[in-house]
């Protein structure tokens, strides 16, 4: 009961948006990934653009179009479909400052232009999916444990004063197997979570030939992963140096590429946000959450 009554409050208090699309988004996102979790030292989460005039959507459930990067295709995918009427990214599209909003300026800006003339706003995630429970770390930290017998997995960094519901949130994730898998095991299971025929894998020669841990960070994990001792990091990227120091600390290393390491996350993700949209909209199928089919991983092993 208590637990209902915090997420009640909560959702009334975000009823702040003319458009009540952007009410049941943010009354969503604080249930599933609180914006309290991201990192706001650096981070830009939350609402991205808000359009004055909000899209009208006469037939059918309305549409938000799921995405890791706010790219042109994935802007004209979701902008040529009548229902779509709001973007979630994971990565913020506008991350430093902006000296002008140009159609002939960067292709960027041009894509937040036409979200806002055609009355789509975009609202960010980030790293509060990344530190949330159930988030992008725990979606790969429970795909390198399944087929483990007692394994576990914690945060790195605990996040401070967790929301409700989100206790033990925090920063990258430490993945303790309970046994000691080789690592060609290892490397199976974070391509079958990742659904990837490729990793790059820097063995360290002073490294453990049996796997007993793993840490855990999606996206770029060098700055999460490098106090952490354990012995393998799985991550989407990190520099050729950082790659050079964990070998050197006897550290195996897994790299996926930034964003196939989060993009997965989305598909598990997308069902749960509908599902809370729904409640906060109070009709059972006002919305329907999709991945955009136009978001891609923009490198390819050739």
């Given at each position: 009961?208590?637990?209902?009554?915090?997420?009640?409050?909560?959702?009334?208090?975000?009823?702040?948006?003319?458009?009540?699309?952007?009410?049941?988004l943010?009354?969503?996102?604080?249930?599933?990934?609180p914006?309290?979790?991201?990192?706001?030292?650096?981070?830009?989460?939350?609402?991205?653009?808000e359009?004055p005039?909000?899209?009208?959507?006469?037939?059918?459930?309305?549409?938000?179009?799921?995405?890791i990067?706010?790219?042109?295709?994935?802007?004209?995918?979701a902008?040529?479909?009548?229902?779509?009427?709001?973007?979630?990214?994971?990565?913020?599209?506008?991350?430093?400052g902006?000296?002008?909003?140009?159609?002939?300026?960067?292709?960027?800006?041009?894509?937040?232009?036409?979200?806002?003339?055609?009355?789509?706003p975009?609202?960010c995630?980030?790293?509060?999916a990344?530190n949330?429970?159930?988030?992008?770390?725990?979606?790969?930290?429970?795909?390198?444990?399944?087929?483990?017998?007692?394994?576990?997995?914690?945060?790195?960094k605990?996040?401070?004063?967790?929301?409700?519901?989100h206790?033990?949130?925090?920063?990258?994730?430490?993945?303790?197997?309970?046994?000691?898998l080789?690592?060609?095991?290892v490397?199976?299971r974070?391509?079958?979570?990742?659904?990837?025929?490729?990793l790059?894998?820097?063995?360290?020669?002073?490294g453990?030939?049996?796997?007993?841990?793993?840490?855990?960070?999606?996206?770029?994990?060098?700055?999460?992963?490098?106090?952490?001792?354990t012995?393998?990091?799985?991550?989407?990227?990190?520099?050729?140096?950082?790659?050079?120091?964990?070998?050197?600390?006897?550290?195996?290393?897994?790299?996926s590429?930034?964003?196939?390491s989060?993009?997965?996350?989305l598909?598990?993700?997308?069902?749960?946000?509908?599902?809370?949209?729904?409640?906060a909209?109070g009709?059972e199928?006002?919305?329907?959450?999709?991945?955009s089919?136009a978001?891609?991983?923009?490198?390819?092993?050739?």
């Amino acid at each position: 009961m208590l637990l209902r009554r915090v997420m009640s409050s909560t959702s009334s208090s975000l009823l702040r948006y003319a458009n009540p699309t952007l009410n049941h988004l943010a009354a969503a996102v604080e249930v599933l990934t609180p914006l309290s979790l991201a990192e706001s030292a650096w981070d830009n989460v939350g609402l991205m653009v808000e359009a004055p005039k909000p899209r009208l959507v006469s037939q059918g459930p309305k549409r938000v179009v799921c995405c890791i990067d706010l790219t042109t295709a994935v802007v004209t995918s979701a902008l040529a479909d009548p229902s779509t009427s709001a973007i979630l990214t994971y990565h913020p599209p506008i991350f430093s400052g902006l000296k002008s909003l140009r159609l002939d300026g960067s292709s960027l800006q041009a894509s937040l232009l036409h979200c806002i003339a055609e009355g789509v706003p975009v609202f960010c995630v980030h790293t509060a999916a990344d530190n949330c429970l159930n988030g992008t770390n725990d979606f790969i930290a429970q795909g390198l444990l399944a087929g483990s017998k007692g394994g576990s997995a914690r945060a790195i960094k605990l996040s401070l004063d967790p929301p409700v519901g989100h206790e033990g949130a925090g920063s990258g994730r430490i993945v303790e197997f309970g046994e000691e898998l080789e690592k060609a095991e290892v490397v199976r299971r974070v391509k079958q979570v990742l659904g990837l025929q490729y990793l790059q894998a820097a063995w360290a020669s002073e490294g453990p030939e049996l796997i007993s841990t793993a840490a855990v960070c999606a996206g770029s994990g060098s700055s999460v992963l490098k106090d952490v001792k354990t012995d393998i990091w799985v991550t989407g990227e990190a520099s050729h140096h950082d790659v050079l120091a964990a070998n050197a600390k006897g550290v195996h290393i897994l790299l996926s590429n930034h964003s196939a390491s989060e993009r997965p996350w989305l598909a598990s993700f997308a069902p749960r946000l509908a599902d809370q949209m729904n409640k906060a909209a109070g009709v059972e199928g006002a919305y329907e959450v999709v991945c955009s089919k136009a978001d891609r991983e923009p490198l390819q092993v050739v």
